[in-house]
């Protein structure tokens, strides 16, 4: 059975509450599914996985937050060639760059082999009601075999 990892920087607890929710929706599915900060692990840990996303979210107009800095150096090391991966965040639509660190990280997997999701999961501040099935329903497109890739 395949395992999925969902990973996340969160500084007030939206992105993180997006990233349990996503869980959420895999578990439905039937699927393993570990959730970390990636202040918490290596980010060559995610090789181990069958699939993975991150959840950032975006400082200022677009930038990645300090704390998700080291892991995304680490990405750099990494061969992402074949392993499934997403991208979901949280930002303040009064920024110019809306979820910017979304982009960047979407961009950065892609760079670095990884088949990318091309729908990504960006939400303001923390999921109002009607987005929290929206985060479910996420994780669980994730996981089904037929999601596009860019």
Known sequence: MAKWLVAYASMTGNT????????????QSGYEVD??????????????????????????DGELPDEFL?????????DLSGKRAAV???GD?????????VDLTAKKLLE?????????????????EQEKEMCRDFGRRFTATDV???
């Open 16 to 27: 993180e509450e997006i990233a349990e929710l996503i869980v959420e929706g895999i578990t």
């Open 35 to 60: 959730l970390k900060s990636v202040t918490d692990f290596n980010a060559a840990e995610v090789l181990k996985y069958d699939g993975f996303m991150i959840g950032v979210y975006t400082w200022g």
């Open 70 to 78: 080291d892991f995304y150096e680490e990405l750099d090391e990494l």
């Open 88 to 90: 979901f965040g949280s």
């Open 93 to 101: 639509t009064s920024y110019e760059q809306f979820c910017g660190a």
């Open 112 to 128: 670095r082999g990884a088949e990318v999701s091309s729908e990504m999961l960006k939400i303001e501040y923390s999921p109002l």
């Open 148 to 150: 596009q890739v860019s």
